[in-house]
């Protein structure tokens, strides 16, 4: 990426983000033939080139016919029309645990995706949707999302939602509709209704520390054999590699290339034609006088980032940079961030994988407090209460590339973020038992190693 200030001269359609430092020459307000009222502008650039107009936003529609039969690329992220049909899952928010709305979206051809809302937009669906004065169809148009495994989520920052807008888009689509379908407002499944009202029966934090140590990241780096653990750090620096920020993987999954200028068929069955780089980012975390090296994989990176690591490394080559030891500045989004941090730890590598992580700071106190600093010796157990813990097909939690547990709902990176099976690590597949969403809520205790 570009580490100065754009020219407007150099404007162009290869990427959808511009730096620009300019004056504005002359604004006016306009009112189009519906009555709406928007500004115009002249504004001029640090080398005294005038802009008559600011081009207008275009959008590119994923097809909804190619995701759910998975001929996408799942690191791109997409522009998504649709009405809604029906909401299948909404999650409060509450201690631990953040907004999340889970609706069914349909296309003019009857395709239907499952699309996640999280935070601030899963909660802005919720506003337009109880508001009383809001009758009939819901078309929602959200730009940057991240697709996977058939159903699609915003992303952490970059995505926008529209919602029954007044712009051309929405409203052709919303022509479009059989007349029934337009009068009708989307329904609420049972489901939903049951979990808005009581929500998930375990919080994210048990569902997250579940089959871990949890320790301080002092005793974690006394650990001499691989091991899942739960811990909380502040990432420091990056631990520039020989192999920079990236690698070339399949377009599918994660996995490494053998070789990045040849076609071949993965192990995953895709016949890939052109590699394409997944960030993989190594960097220091701290906590106090302790530092350890921990691995970042490419799903977490780019729902932080707000972009794939072939976007970013495809700017970086138009501006003339193609070096892969040179980290561009947006990768400094990662860093300073105080997390809770869900790890493999690998001793004979000196480093950690992620497979989860949060900085919610409400989260991160409650793991600190509630597990973290009640371990009194150097290995934190978790044990569970005298009812045991029932398994269930279902768990709100998701998580990243190497992680064995399964996932229902896609998150941006804030939170957790979206899995992606790889082979860059081995890593061990056991003990991914899921926790009941049926029995009331049991508090994981903490009890030292004897």
């Given at each position: 990426?570009?580490?100065?200030?754009?020219?407007?001269?150099?404007?162009?359609?290869?990427k959808e983000t511009w730096r620009l430092a300019v004056r504005i020459m002359d604004v006016w307000s306009v009112v189009n033939n519906k009555g709406i009222e928007h500004l115009k502008m002249i504004v001029m650039d640090s080398l005294a080139i005038e802009l008559q107009n600011i081009p207008?936003?275009?959008?590119?529609?994923?097809?909804?016919?190619?995701?759910?039969?998975?001929?996408?690329?799942?690191d791109r992220l997409e522009d998504i029309i649709g009405a809604v049909s029906e909401i299948n899952h909404i999650q409060s928010n509450t201690p631990g645990k953040k907004v999340v709305v889970s609706v069914v979206l349909k296309d003019l051809k009857g395709n239907c995706i499952n699309c996640n809302l999280w935070e601030i937009y899963g909660s802005n669906f919720l506003a337009y949707y109880n508001d009383p004065k809001n009758n009939g169809a819901i078309v929602i148009l959200l730009t940057h999302a991240m697709v996977k495994d058939g159903q699609v989520s915003n992303a952490w920052s970059g995505s926008k939602l529209?919602?029954?807008?007044?712009?051309?888009?929405?409203?052709?689509f919303m022509s479009k509709l059989p007349t029934n379908e337009l009068k009708e407002k989307p329904t609420q499944s049972a489901k939903s209704l049951s979990?808005?009202?009581?929500?998930?029966?375990?919080?994210?934090?048990?569902?997250?520390?579940?089959?871990?140590?949890?320790?301080?990241?002092?005793?974690?780096c006394k650990i001499k054999h691989e091991t899942l653990c739960v811990t909380v750090a502040t990432t420091l620096k990056f631990a520039v590699s020989k192999y920079g920020w990236f690698y070339y993987g399949?377009?599918?999954?994660?996995?490494?290339?053998?070789?990045?200028?040849?076609?071949?068929?993965?192990?995953?069955g895709q016949k890939v034609e052109q590699p394409i780089p997944r960030y993989k980012i190594e960097i220091y975390v701290s906590n106090g006088e302790s530092k350890y090296r921990f691995v970042f994989w490419d799903s977490k990176c780019a729902a932080i980032l707000g972009m794939t690591a072939e976007f970013m490394h495809n700017s970086m080559v138009e501006n003339g940079e193609d070096d892969p030891m040179v980290y561009p500045d947006e990768l400094e989004m990662l860093l300073n961030k105080k997390m809770a941090f869900r790890v493999k730890v690998q001793p004979t590598f000196s480093q950690a994988s992620?497979?989860?992580?949060c900085d919610d700071e409400v989260f991160v106190k409650e793991i600190e407090n509630d597990y973290i600093n009640q371990s009194?010796?150097?290995?934190?157990?978790?044990?569970?209460?005298?009812?045991?813990?029932?398994?269930?097909?279902?768990?709100?939690?998701?998580?990243?590339?190497?992680?064995?547990?399964?996932?229902?709902?896609m998150?941006?990176?804030k939170d957790v973020v979206i899995a992606d099976k790889g082979k860059e690590v081995d890593f061990e597949v056991s003990g991914a038992t899921q926790l009941s969403d049926t029995k009331p809520s049991k508090k994981l205790n903490i009890e030292p190693s004897s």
């Open positions: 990426m570009s580490r100065k200030v754009d020219s407007a001269k150099d404007i162009n359609d290869s207008p936003k275009g959008y590119f529609f994923k097809d909804f016919g190619e995701i759910l039969q998975g001929k996408c690329k799942t529209l919602i029954n807008e007044d712009i051309p888009k929405i409203q052709d979990n808005w009202s009581g929500g998930s029966q375990y919080s994210s934090v048990e569902r997250f520390v579940h089959n871990a140590k949890c320790m301080s990241l002092s005793q974690f399949c377009t599918r999954c994660s996995s490494k290339t053998p070789n990045p200028e040849k076609a071949y068929e993965c192990s995953c992620v497979w989860k992580l009194k010796t150097e290995y934190a157990k978790l044990v569970h209460n005298k009812e045991n813990l029932e398994t269930s097909a279902q768990t709100l939690s998701t998580s990243g590339e190497n992680d064995p547990e399964s996932i229902i709902l998150t941006p990176a």
